[in-house]
């Protein structure tokens, strides 16, 4: 049972925090009080970067931040994605650190990839409303609710995304075996 928390209606605070990214964050509110499930693309890189994950192995990673780590900052569903709202910095030290991991290698091609949105990339956030309804199913898992929220950084991410692929997956530190080698039963020699 998962302990991540179910929350799907952003606060008037967590409202300014990501009215906050743009670059006229009264406009962002005045649309926002206009019209409250009306999604928007807002920039990264300043106050936040996103993690885009597909949804399910995201939604692994959420459960293993709340059950085994930290917790999260925001997390959104957008488009079969989950989007995991991180510090500004993540998407361009997430890379490198997976890359460190061997995410890429062939022992873990069962991991999907994870897409680094920071500086000079946006995002689609829902509706602070954002219940699901919405086309492309919307929504927050865990909405803004502070001025000031946590955000976890590209080794928080790291953790959860390995732990995520170990519960997958199984991986293992040693390469596979070689199907077409040839095996004798030395067993029986004197």
Avoid at 50 to 67: E, I, K, N, T, Y
Avoid at 171 to 176: D, G, H, N
Wanted: hydrophobic letters at 40%; aromatic letters at 8%; one cysteine or more.
């Amino acid at each position: 049972m998962s302990s991540t928390p179910n929350v799907t209606c952003a606060t008037a605070d967590g409202a300014s925090w990501l009215a906050s990214a743009g670059t006229h964050p009264r406009s962002t509110l005045a649309l926002w009080r206009e019209r409250p499930d009306a999604p928007l693309v807002l920039p990264c890189g300043t106050v936040f970067d996103v993690v885009s994950a597909p949804a399910v192995f995201g939604r692994r990673m959420l459960d293993r931040l709340w059950d085994e780590g930290p917790g999260s900052g925001p997390v959104a569903v957008f488009r079969g994605r989950t989007l995991l709202f991180t510090a500004p910095g993540t998407a361009q030290r997430l890379p490198s650190l997976l890359t460190w991991e061997e995410w890429g290698s062939n022992r873990a091609a069962a991991v999907p990839p994870l897409l680094c949105h920071g500086t000079g990339d946006a995002v689609t956030v829902p509706a602070l409303t954002g219940d699901g309804s919405a086309p492309g199913g919307s929504c927050w898992l865990v909405a803004p609710d502070t001025r000031h929220p946590w955000l976890p950084g590209p080794e928080v991410v790291l953790w959860a995304a390995v732990r995520a692929a170990r519960a997958a997956v199984r991986i293992s530190i040693f390469p596979p075996a070689d199907q077409d080698a040839n095996v004798y039963d030395v067993s029986r020699r004197r």
